[in-house]
């Protein structure tokens, strides 16, 4: 009988903070839209994937290939959450990990971000993510996670190396490179990147 009571309070606590992490996305994407974000792109139509860098459908449709950064990033905050908050429920530990995201996706939609990315890297034209691309990339930061939390630590490892090297070299552009020309850029980078 108590293991069913127990069964049933750690459904509930589940419950909770997967409820709480849909909550967060629905905040990121009600502050997208008061920041005055796109809902889609404004070709007025929706990609599965936009396979051109420097396009203006970049970061407007579902998936680009800014996606595999945004899944490391849930391997990361996988990781994170593992060391700091052991023994905490895996929903909570998502919960921490999405509050993160969509922090981000809403600063990096900020003029700041976007002027930032403008002038220190090769997004001259990068007029923020539309919220339906925003949102997804929260989304695949969950599959991330989620994949990282299911996956041997080697194998997650590969696949994030993978994903920085195939990124890096089909468009000159990774999470790594995206965060180093953020923080501190490098014109040599800058020169490389433009020579796509």
Not at 22 to 30: G, P
Not at 92 to 106: D, P
Not at 133 to 155: H, I, Q
Not at 172 to 193: F, G, S
Request: aromatic residues 12%; glycine residues 6%.
């Amino acid at each position: 009988m108590s293991e069913a009571i127990d069964a049933q309070s750690r459904y509930r606590q589940q419950s909770f903070w997967f409820v709480a992490c849909a909550l967060v996305l629905l905040v990121q994407i009600v502050a997208e839209h008061l920041m005055g974000r796109v809902a889609i792109c404004t070709c007025g139509y929706v990609k599965l994937f936009e396979p051109v860098v420097k396009s203006s459908g970049n970061s407007q449709h579902i998936a680009d290939w800014y996606t595999p950064s945004h899944i490391i990033h849930g391997f990361l905050f996988f990781g994170l959450t593992h060391l700091i908050m052991r023994g905490k429920p895996l929903s909570m530990r998502l919960f921490v990990a999405m509050l993160i995201e969509s922090g981000w996706e809403i600063l990096e939609n900020s003029p700041i971000i976007i002027n930032r990315y403008r002038a220190t890297t090769i997004s001259l034209d990068y007029v923020g993510d539309s919220i339906l691309n925003s949102a997804m990339d929260a989304v695949f930061m969950v599959v991330g996670f989620l994949f990282a939390w299911r996956a041997p630590v080697l194998v997650t490892v590969a696949v994030a190396i993978f994903f920085e090297l195939l990124t890096g070299y089909l468009i000159r552009d990774n999470l790594t490179l995206n965060v180093l020309m953020l923080v501190w850029p490098v014109e040599a980078i800058k020169t490389w990147q433009g020579g796509i």
